[in-house]
C-alpha cells in the first residue's frame, strides 16, 4: 500500500511537470510578439518593447518556462497584462465562489447519480431503467450553455421561481448563496447526472450478475440485505473514479455556467482573460483547473485502492 | 410423452418412469422440466423434458458435452436462472415442493434450510472485498445464530473442511487463498446450512488435477458425515463415475440415458453414451494402436428445432423411425421402477456398434538419431518487483525427429514457459540454449531466420483466440503459406486446396470467418496454419482443452495423422494424462520449472515413477472405476519465488526420506533405466517395491 | 470537455478456463454468437464461385449488422434528426426564408409568428433562416475535428498498446496530463494564440481529441493483444507494422466506429461551447452558439427566442448524434 500510494504520487507529480510543459508550449506555440499582440498593430515599436520587458516575453523560452516553474511552487504566476494585479491575487479571489458553486453541483449530483444508477440497473430494461439511461445521455450530450438558457427560460422566465443571475447581496449566508447558485448548479448537475448514473449503472449490474451475489443469495439472504452487504461497495467502487474525473471536468463546464449566470468565479475570469489575450491569467488558470482534476483522481485512486483489499494488501503493487 | 415402442418385447416403460415415482420423498425431483432462454425475444428451448431424482443421501451426476443443459436444469432447479430464463413446464421439486412456482420468500427459506451450491469459479463465488471470515460467518447468522456463535461455528465449519488455520484463513481475502482453498471455503459456506441437497456446478474444472483429488475427496467424506444427497455437474466423466452413485446423461436437453454409475459406463445403452465413452483415450490407448472414434456430425445448438429422437442425426444406428417417433423410454436391467433407462428405438443395437479399426503401425524405434531439437541448461527468470521467479531452471531436453514429447505438470510448473522459449516468444536467460538441427536459434522469434520460424510452429489451446476474427479462413491461410512456404499466386490456390485437405476442411469453408465454424473446425485451421510451412517441430499447448470430448477425439486423430504424414516432431502439453498417453513418445514431468523425470511414455506411465508423476497419475479420476491405492499431495504448490531448498518436491512428497536428505541436497537428474532419467534421492528398485501394488490408469 | 471515462486499462484477461465451462455461462453469452451463427452462414452453392461466396458472406454480416441497428428506434431517429440538419447545412439560404444577414430594422426582437415564424434577433435579423444556414458550420467543423481526433487517436492507441513498456509509459503520462484538462479550457487558451477561425478551431478540438482517443484504442488493443493470433503473426515472421494495422485494427473497428460517433457529438457540444465564449466560429456567421451568446442577456427581458430555438437546435443534434452512438455502441461492441 505505501509503494502504491508513494508510487501514485510520483506519476502525479510528472504529470503535472508534463502538464505545465504542455501549457507552456500552448502559450508559445506561435513565435509571436506578446506585447504587439496585447497593443495592437499601430502601436509604436518602442512601447511593444517596452511591454514585452515589463512582462519577460523577451527573454529566451527556457528561461520564461523557468520562472513558470518557479512561479508554481512560489504561487506567483506574474501579473495579469489586463489589469496589472498579481494572477495569484485574481485566482485567489475567484476561485472560493467557483468552488462553491462545483461543491453544490456535486452534492447534488453525485447522491441523485448515484441512485439513480441504481435505482435504473435493478430494473434493468425496464421503463425506469430506460428514462433514467435516456436523460442521462441526453443530459450529457447538452452543452452546459445551452442548458442554461432552457433552465432560465423555465425557472427564471416562465416560473420565475429561482434568481437567474448568481449575485447574491454582499453578506449573504451560506443558505442565500446557494440560493442564488442554486440554478448554475442546476445547469450542472444535469449535465454530469448522465456520466455517474451511467457508471453507477453499469456497476450495480455486473456486481448484481457476479457469482458472489449469487453465493449470498443461496445463503438465504433477502434481496435487499445481498444489496447492502454485497453489491453496493463493489458496485461503487468504479463509480469513484468517475465522481473524481467529473469533478475535474466540472471546472470546464464552469467557463460557460459562470458567464450566463455572471458568477464572479474562476470561469468568468478565464473568459474575460482571453477575450483580453491576457496570457499570464489564461495559462495560470489552465494550470489550476489541471491540478483540481489530478487531485481529485489521486485522491480518487487513493481510495479506491484503501477500498480494495486487493491493492491494498499487495506488498509491491 | 413417450409413444408406443415399435419394437415389440423389450420391456418398455409406458409412462415416464418417474412421474410419480419418489415425488415427496427426493431430495430433488425434476419432472418434465422445459425451460426456453429468450434471445432476442425469442424463445430459444434449452432444456426439452428433463426427468430424474435425487434421493436422499444419494449422489447423482449429470453428464454431457456443453450445452446439452446439464447448469440450466441445476439453476432452474435453485431458482436461479439469468433473467432472459423461464421455465416454460414441468417442475421442479425440492423436499417435495415445486421451486419453479415458489414465491420469494419460500424460495429464501428453502435456500436457507434445505439447499446449498458449489460452483465452478471459487474465486468469483467470493465476494472479494469482504474477509473469508466474515463471508463464512455470515452463512450462520442467516440461520439464527448470534454473532459470536457464528464466528465460532464458522471456525469449525473452516476446520471441517481441512483448512488447517481457520484463525489465520478468517483474517484473509478470496484473492490471498489458492482455487483449491477457495473453493473449500466456498463448500464450507454451503455446509453451514446442513442441506439435505447440495448441488455441485462443474466444481474441480478450474483446478489443477492434484487439487481435484483433493477436493473430491473431501466432498465425498463430508457427504458421510452429513448424508445430504449430491447432485454433481460435470464433463468430465472420470469425475461422475468415482462420485456418483447414479448419473444421467444428457444430450440436447434431454436425458437419454441413466442408471447407477458403474453400468452406464461399462455397459453404456444409448448410442450417444457408447459415442462419449469411446471419444476417450482409454485402458492406455496410444496413437499407433487405435484410432479414437469420434461422434460424426455437430452438437445442436440451442433453440433448434430438432426431430423426434434428439440424436438421430449423428447416431450410427438411426433409422427411419427415429425421425417420426419419439424414442421410446426403454428400462434396463432387471428393475423396471425405471432406475435404469435409455431412450432408444433400437436399444438392442447398441452393443453392435462397431469400433473404428485398429492400427498395425509399431511405435517408432529410430532410437538413435540425432535430436531435432536440444534444449540445453535452458532458465528463465521473471523479474517482478525486485524478486526472481525462476520459472525454468537448467532444462535439458532432446527432441528426436517424428516423435512426440508430452510436456506434464501442475499449473505454474513452466510447460507453457517452456513452449514458448522453444517458439521464441519468451526469451530465455543468458547461457541458456536452444539448438535446432546442430544451430543454436536466438532466443527472440524476431531475431530468427525465418526458415526456423517456419519449423518451429504452435496450435494454441483456444482457437478463438489463435485466429484473427477479422479475417476469413482463405485470408488466414493464403497468408501462411506465403509467409511460411514462400507460396504465393497461382500455385497458392492449389496448395490451399493441399492443405485443407490435409487437416480435413472443404473448400466451402475457405470463406468463412472463424466465428462461423463450429470450435472443432476453428482447432483444424489453427493446425492448417501451423502446418502451412510443413513445420518440423509444432508445439501444442493443450490443443482439445477447450473442446467437448466428441470434438477432442477428432483433433487428437488429425494429430496423430499429420505426424504420420509429415514426420513432424510434437511437443505436447495438457493436463489430461490420457491424452498425453495417447500421442505421445515420451514424456517430461515438470515441477516448480525442474524437470523431475522424463522418459519414454511407457516407462513413466507404467512406472517405478518419480513420486510426483506418481501422484499425478494417481489424482486423475478414471472412467473405469477408482484405482486401488492412491497417494495424495499435501500443502499447496511453493512459490517460485522461493523454492524449497533441497528437493523442491520435499515439501509436498508422501515418499519423503527419513534421513532428511530430500530437505537438503537437490537430487540430480540421473538415467535410472535406458533413457528414463528421474531427480529423486529414493533408488529405482526402492520406489519399484513402494509402487508394486499400485496399478494406476490413467 | 466532459468525457466518458471508461473503466478501461484493466487487464483484459483472454485465459478462458481449460475446459469447457458450465452450459448455463454459454446460454447467456454464447447464445447471441450461436445465433449469429445461424443467420450469417451462407454456404457457397455448387455454382457459386469462391470469391462470390466471400462477398456475399460479407454483404450478408453488413446488411445483418444494418437490420440490428434499423431495429433500434434510438437509431432511426438519431438519423432522421441528422438528415433534417445535414439538409438544412446543404440548403442553406436556397431554403431559408429570408437572407440570415438581412436586418429588418422595424423588426427587432419580433415574436414569433407572422412573418417571421421563429421570430426576430436583437438586430431584426429572421431566427429561422439563421438556424437553418446556422447548421453549415458546425457540421463542418464538427465532423472534421472529429475524423483528425480519431485518426491521430487511433495511430496513437494503437502504438502505445502495441509496443507497451517504455514507448507506452511515456505517451500515456503525456496523455494523462492531456486528459487532465478539460478541453473547453485548453481549447480557449490556444485559440487566444492562435487566433479564431474555422480552421484552427477544427484543428485544435481534433488535436484535442486524440490523447482521448488513444486511451480507448489502447485498452482495445491492449486486450486484442492479449489474443494468440497476434504470438501466431509473429510466429509467421510478420512485421510489427503488419500486425499493429493488418491484424489488429480490422478488429477495433467497432470500437473506433463508436467512438467517432461519440467524439462527433462531443465536436458540437465543443466548438459550439467555443463560439458561445467567443473564441471559437466568428460574427457574422449565424452559427448557433454565437446567436446565444449574443442574445442570452435578453432572455429574462422576455426576449426568449433568438436564444431557446437556437438552443433547441444544438440539443437536438447532440442528442441525435449520441443516440446513433448509443445504438452503435450496443451493435457493434463485442
Known sequence: ?317 | MTAASSEPGLPVVAADPLAGADRATAALHVENLEVDFLVRGIPRRVLRGVSFSVRPGESFGLVGESGCGKSTTAYSALGLLPDNGRVAGGQALIAGRDVTHMSASDLRQVRLNDVSMVYQDPGAALNPTLKIGMQVTEAFTMLGAAKAEARDRAFEALRRVRISDPRGVMERYPHQLSGGMQQRVVIAMALANDPKLLVLDEPTTGLDATVEAEVLDLVESLREDTGAAVLLIAHNLGVIRRMCDRVGVMYAGKVVEQGPAAEVFDNPSHPYTVGLLRCLPRHGARKNDRRLDTIPGFLPQIGEALPTCVFVDRCPIATDVCRTQAPPVVALGTDTSGARFARCHHIDKVAQIEPTGLLSGADAEAREVEPILRLEDVNVTFHQNRRSIHALVDVNLDLRPGETLGLVGESGSGKTTLAKTILGIQQPDTGSRVVLDGVPLEGSTRKRPQDARRSIQIVFQNPDSALNRAQSVRAILSRALAKLAGITGKEADTRLDVLINHVRLTPRHLDLKPRQLSGGLKQRVAIGRAFAGDPRIVVCDEPTSALDVSVQAAILNLLADLQRDEQSSYVFISHDLGVVRYLSDRIAVLYLGRIMEVGPAADVFAGPHHPYTEALLSAVPSVDGAPETRIRLDGEVPSAASPPPGCVFHTRCPRRLESGICETEVPPLVEVEPGHRMACHIPLEELRGLQAAETVQA | MSETTRPSDGPHSAATPSSSTSDAADMTHGLVDREMNEMVTVPAGPGMTASAAALTARKTARRETFRLLMRKPSFVIGNLIVIFWVVCAVGGKAIAPYDPQQNFSDFLHAPPGGDFLLGTDRLGRDVLSRIITGARDVLIVAPVSAVIGVTLGTVLGLVMGFYRGAVDDILSRIVEAFLSLPIAVVGLLALVVLGPSNTTVLTVVGLLFAPIVARTVRAAVLAERELDYVQAARLQGESSFYIMFREILPNITGPIIVELTVRIGYAIFTVATLSFLGVGVQPPSPDWGLAISDEYSFIISGYWWPVVYPSLAIASLVIAVNLIADALQGVLSR
Open chain 1, 1 to 317: 500500500m505505501v509503494v502504491y500510494v508513494l508510487r501514485r504520487l510520483a506519476l502525479a507529480v510528472v504529470t503535472l511537470f508534463l502538464l505545465t510543459l504542455i501549457v507552456f508550449a500552448i502559450s508559445n506555440v506561435l513565435p509571436q510578439d506578446v506585447a504587439r499582440a496585447i497593443l495592437g498593430p499601430f502601436a509604436p515599436a518602442e512601447s511593444v518593447a517596452q511591454l514585452n520587458k515589463q512582462l519577460g516575453t523577451d527573454q529566451p523560452l527556457l528561461v520564461q518556462y523557468w520562472r513558470l516553474l518557479k512561479g508554481i511552487i512560489t504561487f506567483d504566476f506574474g501579473t495579469s497584462y489586463q489589469s496589472g494585479q498579481p494572477v495569484t491575487e485574481l485566482i485567489g479571489q475567484t476561485l472560493s465562489n467557483s468552488a462553491k458553486l462545483a461543491i453544490l453541483a456535486l452534492l447534488l449530483t453525485v447522491p441523485l447519480g448515484v441512485v439513480g444508477g441504481i435505482a435504473a440497473a435493478l430494473r434493468k430494461g425496464r421503463l425506469a431503467d430506460r428514462v433514467i439511461v435516456t436523460l442521462g445521455l441526453a443530459g450529457s450530450a447538452i452543452p452546459e450553455f445551452v442548458t442554461s438558457t432552457f433552465l432560465i427560460f423555465v425557472l427564471g422566465l416562465k416560473l420565475n421561481v429561482l434568481p437567474v443571475l448568481a449575485t447574491w447581496p454582499e453578506g449573504s449566508s451560506i443558505g442565500t448563496q446557494a440560493y442564488y447558485l442554486l440554478m448554475p448548479s442546476l445547469a450542472l448537475v444535469l449535465v454530469y447526472f448522465g456520466y455517474i448514473a451511467r457508471m453507477a449503472r453499469a456497476g450495480t449490474i455486473s456486481a448484481l450478475e457476479a457469482d458472489y451475489t449469487r453465493t449470498a443469495t443461496m445463503k438465504g439472504m433477502t434481496r435487499a440485505k445481498v444489496l447492502r452487504t454485497h453489491v453496493l461497495r463493489n458496485a461503487l467502487l468504479p463509480t469513484i473514479s468517475v465522481v473524481a474525473t467529473q469533478t475535474g471536468y466540472l471546472f470546464g463546464g464552469l467557463l460557460a455556467v459562470e458567464v450566463i449566470f455572471n458568477v464572479n468565479g474562476l470561469g468568468r475570469l478565464l473568459v474575460t482573460a482571453a477575450k483580453a489575450k491576457d496570457l499570464p491569467v489564461l495559462s495560470a488558470g489552465v494550470l489550476v483547473i489541471g491540478t483540481i482534476y489530478m487531485v481529485a483522481t489521486l485522491l480518487a485512486d487513493l481510495l479506491i485502492s484503501y477500498l480494495n483489499p486487493r491493492i491494498r494488501l499487495a506488498a509491491n503493487a
